[in-house]
């Protein structure tokens, strides 16, 4: 890379075909490392500070339609937050269903808000769920799954464009695994209120980094919190405390995308727990983190 900055619009643009750079021009093979991207050969800017004290443990972002849609994992009140362009609440929408622990939110193809509620510090649930939200109307749906294995702690959903949603667990120690409704059923197949089967798919490991930021010492740089995929579904985002990892996804196969390894890390340093990635309809990255117990952190954007 050069000395100028590089925004990561134009990262993108290299993964999807269109615009070639040397270290860009193919996927790389599982075994292959991401190609680093420099703190200062990526252009940081700041989207917006909230304010609302709601939003002190936000865990999601997700944009649709061109509107900014946010998630809190904890709290009396887990509604999905609309959020202007100075991150004012522009209004709040309950979930339609009592979550127990949202972590995660992504936009659906059928133009739904799909609320993770995979949260399990404590690997006793049952099931994990997914909530289905129209922001129209506040109506939606609950989705029961079962892990194949025992249940796991999650903080990441991606939804490809042929709407089938997969999973990425969130382990300590070790590779994280990446799962999927039981024969590759879309969101549309999904039985409410289920269960619905998940069948183990991949896995993925990402890190250690000495990328500065996040809650735990030594460990930030390996847990992975959270995930999006880009509007065209060719381009996905997987998120450590610390880090964002991109995957090309050509065809829309996020599940090979996966196992190919990431192209590009990011270094996002210094966000106090950073659990939320989006992409914006332009391409451009969105980062923001739950505070720790601090102020509020900048909603960013790469």
């Not at 880009?230 to 050509?250: E, I, M, N």
Request: net charge negative; with cysteine; aromatic share 4%.
């Amino acid at each position: 890379m050069g000395a100028a900055p590089v925004a990561v619009t134009v990262l993108l643009a290299a993964l999807t075909g269109t615009i070639v750079l040397a270290v860009l021009a193919a996927p790389a093979p599982a075994s292959a490392q991401a190609q680093d991207v420099p703190i200062a050969d990526v252009q940081e800017g700041v989207l917006c500070i909230p304010s609302d004290a709601g939003l002190a443990e936000l865990s999601g972002l997700a944009m649709l339609d061109g509107r900014l849609f946010a998630v809190p994992d904890a709290g009396a009140d887990e509604s999905v937050v609309e959020l202007g362009d100075d991150c004012s609440v522009v209004r709040r929408i309950p979930a339609p269903v009592d979550p127990y622990d949202v972590e995660d939110l992504a936009a659906g193809p059928d133009r739904r808000l799909w609320l993770s509620d995979t949260g399990d510090n404590t690997a006793r649930r049952e099931t994990v769920a997914l909530i289905s939200l129209d922001p129209a109307t506040g109506a939606g749906d609950l989705y029961r799954m079962t892990y194949p294995s025992g249940a796991r702690d999650g903080e990441t959903l991606l939804i490809g464009r042929d709407g089938v949603p997969l999973f990425v667990s969130k382990a300590l120690f070790g590779a994280s695994t990446v799962y999927r409704p039981a024969d590759g059923k879309t969101l549309t197949d999904l039985a409410s209120p289920g269960p619905n089967p998940l069948e183990e798919v991949g896995v993925l490991r990402l890190g250690p980094t000495d990328t500065p930021g996040g809650p735990l010492a030594g460990g930030s740089s390996t847990l992975i919190t959270g995930g999006a995929v880009s509007a065209d579904g060719t381009v996905a985002a997987v998120r450590t405390y610390t880090d964002v990892y991109l995957f090309h996804a050509p065809d829309g196969d996020l599940v090979a995308a996966l196992a190919g390894g990431p192209q590009l890390r990011i270094p996002v340093a210094g966000e106090p727990q950073g659990e939320a990635v989006a992409f914006t309809p332009d391409g451009d990255l969105l980062t923001a983190s739950e505070s720790n117990g601090g102020p509020l952190p900048q909603i960013r954007v790469w």
